[in-house]
C-alpha cells in the first residue's frame, strides 16, 4: 500500500509508448536520461503522465510509484533489441519502481502535452488540474523540454 | 575560491556505488557545493560505462570527494581505506580525502598510521575530535598526516590562548601542497554537551574566512549540521548580507535557485 504524504517529493514523467508502459507494469522499471539526475536524485516518488497514445486516459495522470532504488546504464543494456538507435550508447538512469498505485481519480492534465521530467511535492501533484495554467505559463522554460 | 560541503540527506534507495557518488555529485553541484561527502561503506569498482562520466562531472565541477572512515580500530579500517584509494585513483580525485578518527594518540596508533602505504597516505588526515589541540597537532606532526581543524571541538577545549581561527590557519598550513580541509559547527542549542547544532555562526565562519582570506589559505570548508543543505543556504545567506566581500570568494558556481 502507497501512502501519499504531502510532503513528499516527487517527479513526474512521461510514458511514451506502450512498451515503455509494459515495462513499468510488468518490470517495475522507469528510465529517464541521465541529465535529470538532479531532480531524480531526491524523488521518493514518481507519477506518470499518459499522453495522446493512451486511449483509455489520454492527458491523465494514472500512477505513482515509489522509487526503491536506481542504477545508472546504458540504453543499450535496458534495449538490448536496438542496436542502432541514435542513443544506444547514452547513459540513463533505470528506477526500480515499487508499490505501483492507480490514481482514483486520475488528475487531468489537458496542457501538458511535452513535460518529459518534472520536480514538485505531492501537495502540488494533487493541486494540478487547478494551477496548471498559470504555472505553465509563468515557468516554460522549467516545465517543458 | 573556498568550497563547502555539508550531509546530504537524499532518499534511502538501492543503487550500485557509482550512482550513489554521481547522484550525490550531482546533488552537491545543484546546491552551489564543492565538498562532496560520500558514506563510507565498502565501495565497489566502478563500471566501465560511468567511470568517464564521473571523472569529467567531478572534474567539470571542481569536486572534491570526502569519505568519513567509520569508527573503528585502525587495522578493521585499512582494507576499507585500500578500496577508497583504488577507488580515487580510478576516478583521478588526487584532492580527494580519506577522513580518520584517531581516539588514541599513542605510539601503536602512530606506527600503524606511519606503515600505511603511500596511495593511501596520499589522502588521509586525521580529524580533530576530543584531544587537546596541542597534543593532537603534535601527533599529527608526528605521523605527518594533515589535521582537520574542527571548530567546535577546539571551542569545546578551550584552550588558552583561545585563537580558534589563528589555530585553523596554523593547522591548515601542515596540509602543504594539499588544500586544506577544516570542519566548521557550532554548538547545539538543546541537544547534548558537544552535539553538533542545527545551525551554523555565521559570524563564527565570517572570522575564520577572514583569517585564512589574509593569510592568503584557500581551504575547503565542511559543516557539521543535521540541517545539512538548509543550514548551509542559511549561512550563504547571512554570509551575503553581513560579509558580502567574503561571499564573493565562495565558489558557489552549480547553485542552482530552481525551486518549487
Known amino acids: 500500500m502507497l501512502t501519499l504524504s504531502e510532503s513528499a517529493n516527487a517527479m513526474l514523467g512521461i510514458v511514451r509508448n506502450q512498451a515503455s508502459y509494459d515495462m513499468i507494469v510488468h518490470q517495475q522499471h522507469y528510465y529517464v536520461p541521465i541529465r535529470h539526475m538532479a531532480i531524480v536524485a531526491d524523488a521518493q516518488l514518481i507519477a506518470f503522465y499518459m499522453p495522446a497514445w493512451y486511449t483509455p486516459l489520454p492527458y491523465h495522470i494514472t500512477h505513482v510509484a515509489q522509487i526503491g532504488g536506481y542504477v545508472i546504464q546504458p540504453r543499450l543494456s535496458i534495449w538490448p533489441m536496438a542496436p542502432h538507435h541514435p542513443r544506444a550508447s547514452q547513459l540513463y538512469i533505470v528506477l526500480t519502481l515499487q508499490a505501483l498505485t492507480t490514481l482514483t481519480p486520475a488528475i487531468p492534465s489537458p496542457r501538458w502535452r511535452r513535460v518529459s521530467v518534472h520536480r514538485m511535492q505531492m501537495s502540488t501533484l494533487a493541486r494540478l488540474p487547478y494551477l496548471g495554467y498559470r504555472m505553465s505559463h509563468h515557468t516554460a522554460g522549467l516545465w517543458y523540454e | ?260
Open chain 2, 1 to 260: 575560491m573556498f568550497r563547502f560541503g555539508c550531509a546530504l540527506s537524499l532518499p534511502q534507495r538501492q543503487s550500485d556505488f557509482a550512482t550513489h557518488i554521481y547522484a550525490r555529485c550531482v546533488a552537491a553541484q545543484r546546491v552551489g557545493l564543492g565538498v562532496v561527502r560520500i558514506t563510507g561503506t565498502m565501495p565497489q569498482r566502478i563500471p566501465t560505462h560511468t567511470e568517464a562520466l564521473l571523472q569529467s562531472y567531478i572534474q567539470a565541477h571542481r569536486l572534491r570527494i570526502v569519505i568519513h572512515a567509520s569508527f573503528a580500530q585502525l587495522p578493521q579500517l585499512i582494507p576499507q581505506f585500500h578500496t577508497y584509494a583504488v577507488l580515487f585513483e580510478q576516478l583521478a580525485c588526487r584532492d580527494a580525502v580519506i577522513i580518520c578518527h584517531v581516539p588514541q594518540l599513542d605510539d601503536t596508533t602512530a606506527t600503524l598510521l606511519d606503515t600505511m602505504p603511500a596511495a593511501i597516505r596520499r589522502h588521509l588526515a586525521l580529524e580533530h575530535t576530543h584531544q587537546h589541540p596541542e597534543a593532537f597537532v603534535a601527533f599529527a606532526d608526528r605521523v605527518e598526516l594533515p589535521p582537520i581543524f574542527d571548530w567546535l571541538h577546539y571551542h569545546l577545549q578551550a584552550p588558552w590562548p583561545y585563537q580558534p581561527a589563528q589555530s585553523a590557519c596554523m593547522w591548515a598550513q601542515r596540509w602543504g601542497t594539499r588544500q586544506a580541509l577544516i570542519h566548521m559547527s557550532s554548538p547545539s542549542e538543546r541537544g547534548a554537551y558537544g552535539a553538533h547544532g542545527a545551525r551554523i555562526d555565521a559570524p563564527a565562519v565570517a572570522w575564520l574566512l577572514r583569517t585564512l582570506h589574509m593569510h592568503g589559505i584557500i581551504a575547503d570548508i565542511e559543516l557539521e549540521t543535521a540541517a545539512g543543505i538548509v543550514a548551509y543556504q542559511r549561512l550563504m545567506h547571512e554570509l551575503a548580507r553581513c560579509a558580502p566581500d567574503l561571499h564573493a570568494l565562495i565558489n558557489q558556481g552549480g547553485a542552482d535557485a530552481h525551486t518549487i
